[in-house]
């Protein structure tokens, strides 16, 4: 099976901070996603990336940034922490096309304080 | 812009009692609905993907349809344990990534 690993389940951190979310997957995917989660707004692209070294913002990028040096490995970057960016972050993975679906990590639930 | 309805926003259902979840989308050009499943504290499971309308796919007790404006997710004599989150999402466009769009989710409850 594939896994898709987020390196914490949870984190507290505080107002202005830089926080690193770590994404490691096991199977060769070539694409690579990061979601946020939050009620009633479901789930909301940040960034996502085809390919090493290649990115593409989502629907919300602002206030965060991603980096891509293996293909293994997607990393979510918040640049200066802010209490709107508490939430359930979501890093998803798939081959190709997608047609067999994202493989979903289990979550970070970040609280920015 | 794709976008994504999901209804109801929560269902509580008895065990044994079936009914369906429906998702309404607008996409351009569309290449794949997906069906999720998300647990508590967890992420998103992978269900199944239709492409076309009139396709029809299952898995124990759940089916998935879809015609050209929604999808539905039929839960037959459901149990305890199809208690969850179900997230609809698309993906449509010319890009060259596979990115989804998601609905907010039905929350599941079946009570014994």
């Known amino acids: 099976d594939v896994k898709v690993t987020q390196s914490s389940r949870y984190l507290v951190k505080r107002t202005g901070e830089k926080v690193f979310l770590e994404c490691v997957q096991d199977?060769?995917?070539?694409?690579m996603f990061w979601y946020r989660q939050d009620p009633g707004l479901g789930l909301r692209l940040i960034y996502f990336?085809?390919?090493?070294?290649?990115?593409e913002k989502g629907d919300i990028p602002e206030g965060y940034s991603v980096s891509r040096e293996k293909k293994e490995r997607f990393s979510l970057i918040l640049e200066s922490a802010s209490t709107n960016q508490t939430s359930m972050y979501l890093c998803?993975?798939?081959f190709g096309q997608g047609s067999y679906g994202y493989t979903f990590g289990s979550g970070t639930r970040l609280t920015v304080v | 812009e794709d976008q994504v309805t999901q209804s109801p926003e929560a269902l509580r259902l008895q065990e044994g009692e079936s009914s369906s979840l429906n998702c309404s989308y607008t996409?351009?050009?569309?290449?794949?609905l997906f069906w999720y499943r998300q647990d508590p504290g967890k992420g998103p499971e992978f269900l199944f993907t239709?492409?076309?309308a009139g396709e029809e796919k299952e898995k124990e007790r759940l089916k998935a349809t879809l015609t050209k404006k929604e999808s539905f997710l039929h839960i037959t004599a459901p149990k305890p344990e199809d208690s969850a989150t179900y997230l609809c999402?698309?993906?449509?466009?010319?890009?060259?990534?596979?990115?989804?769009?998601f609905g907010t989710g039905t929350r599941l409850q079946v009570t014994l």
């Open positions: 990336s085809y390919d090493v070294k290649m990115k």
């Open positions: 996409v351009s050009g569309l290449r794949g």
């Open positions: 999402a698309v993906r449509g466009g010319t890009g060259t990534a596979s990115k989804l769009t």
């Open positions: 199977m060769d995917h070539e694409n």
């Open positions: 998803a993975s798939s």
């Open positions: 239709l492409y076309s």
